[in-house]
């Protein structure tokens, strides 16, 4: 009896290196065109917004030469012999102006006012001695100590910002510091790029949403969809308007249509799951009948699949399905992308070296992000378990090191720490 034919070998495909994190960003932002147009909105609004085009300043700020203390302003060169004591002949408090300063005479001057014409000093209140007092308890006499300096507490006109001069750039995203400029120099609106508009989605049948089926009464194999809540929470921490579309079956119809319908009127598609290469991951067959996909190994741990491409006009971005995979993937990936839709430039990630109180005796080949803690010594301690399914690192600690391909870490050993806080503004 003829054995039966052997089946017929699948073509061999040579191993693809894993893709450099920092390749991987390149490509990607090369692809993130700046949104078209821009909204008007009000400065009290435009916090994490992105500006869109230049504010130059109509006007000097400060305005006026003022006093940055409340005392007494007066000519220097009447004290150069040493204390005197000077005739109090006015008092300007803040929002209204003085007149000529006659010599051997003083202003009471409060914080903000505008140092009267002759003055060239002003003295704190701290360092003068009042004489007596005048008519309906107005200041008559004081006595000044010391010799003032000329210029001494005078804040002088357009030295915070020059006529012209341009005080916040194009792609800068806005802060609660520059909104208090903005608003210095006049701006009640500001120009600021659109914000993207992003539709979510999760796959897998194996999602439960919380709240849809009791802990105690879920089936065997079932999980809670927690990527769709951080994913959703950092897409509208940068601004982005969020079309959240749920979960997604495990088929390829049904992932088809969800593509086409986000693709209708959003700039970016972002899921989480199916973009590896098992039988039940829809995402890359989908994708490539609408439009054209990038599938990228990434060298990094954790994250290592992720996906780029386009539908029509949307990028999609495609996440691995483990949280903390999807998590630190979005911080290094996604974040500097939705920026660059919005027009910022300036996306280096800011670390600090730190000191490491722990031992990492077996670094992975690839490029490792460690979730760790900073500590009462100013070192940093390790989440005992770093596996990409363990959220719990993500929310004990309050960064990550950066580690290089290989490269073991010894206790006191100093490292690259990048905190959270640099990657969720």
């Known amino acids: 009896m003829n054995a039966p034919a052997a089946p017929p070998l699948k073509p061999f495909r040579p191993f693809k290196p894993l893709l450099p994190l920092d390749d991987a960003l390149a490509q990607l932002l090369a ?17 994490g917004r992105v500006l869109a085009q230049d504010v130059v300043s109509a006007l000097q700020v400060p305005a006026f030469d003022n006093s940055s203390m409340d005392g007494y302003a007066l000519r220097a060169q009447d004290l150069q012999s040493g204390g005197a004591t ?3 002949a006015q008092r300007i408090a803040a929002g209204s102006v003085g007149q000529r300063l006659e010599p051997g005479t003083t202003a009471r001057i409060f914080t903000g006012a505008p140092v009267p014409p002759g003055a060239d ?39 915070d910002v020059q006529r012209g001069q341009c005080v916040l750039s194009a792609g800068t995203r806005l802060g609660p510091a520059a909104l208090g400029l903005a608003a210095s120099v006049g701006m009640a609106r500001l120009p ?13 049948d194996e999602l439960v949403m919380p709240g849809a089926v009791e802990p105690q009464d879920m089936p ?33 119809a049904s992932t088809i249509a969800a593509l086409q319908a986000a693709a209708a009127d959003n700039d970016l598609i972002l899921t989480s799951g199916g973009v590896s290469v098992g039988e039940e991951d829809h995402i890359k067959p989908a994708v490539q009948s609408l439009g054209s ?21 949307a990028h999609f971005i495609g996440l691995p399905g483990n949280p903390v995979s999807s998590f630190v993937t979005f911080l290094l990936l996604v974040r500097p992308f939705v920026l660059r839709l919005q027009g910022v ?5 800011q670390s600090i070296a730190a000191r490491a109180d722990f031992d990492w005796a077996k670094p992975d080949k690839r490029r490792e992000f460690l979730r760790v803690r ?8 390790l989440f005992g378990n770093q596996s990409s399914g363990v959220l719990t690192s993500a929310v004990w600690g309050d960064g990550v090191v950066d580690v290089p391909p290989g490269q073991p870490i010894a206790p006191g050993q100093m490292v690259r720490y990048i905190p959270f806080g640099e990657l969720l503004l």
Request: glycine content about 12%; charged content about 20%.
């Open 121 to 159: 000093a002003v003295v704190m209140q701290e360092d003068c001695t009042i004489i007596h007092g005048g008519a309906d308890g107005q200041l008559a006499e004081v006595q000044v100590n010391g010799i003032p300096a000329p210029g001494q507490f005078i804040r002088r006109a357009g030295e």
């Open 293 to 313: 996909l990038d599938l990228w190994q990434i060298a990094i741990k954790p994250g290592k699949p992720f996906a780029h491409g386009r539908i029509g006009q």
């Open 220 to 252: 065997p194999g079932s999980i809670y969809n927690s990527n769709r809540f951080f994913l959703r929470a950092l897409l509208r921490r940068m601004g982005c308007e969020v079309s959240d579309l749920g979960i997604v079956p495990d088929d390829r």
């Open 86 to 88: 000077l005739r109090v």
């Open 31 to 47: 692809a993130a065109e700046p949104l078209a147009g821009c909204d008007w909105v009000s400065t009290f609004e435009a916090d």
């Open 192 to 204: 600021v790029a659109r914000q993207p508009r992003v539709a979510l989605f999760s796959t897998g």
């Open 374 to 381: 900073r500590n009462a010594n100013g070192g940093l301690d």
């Open 345 to 349: 430039q300036q996306l280096a990630i």
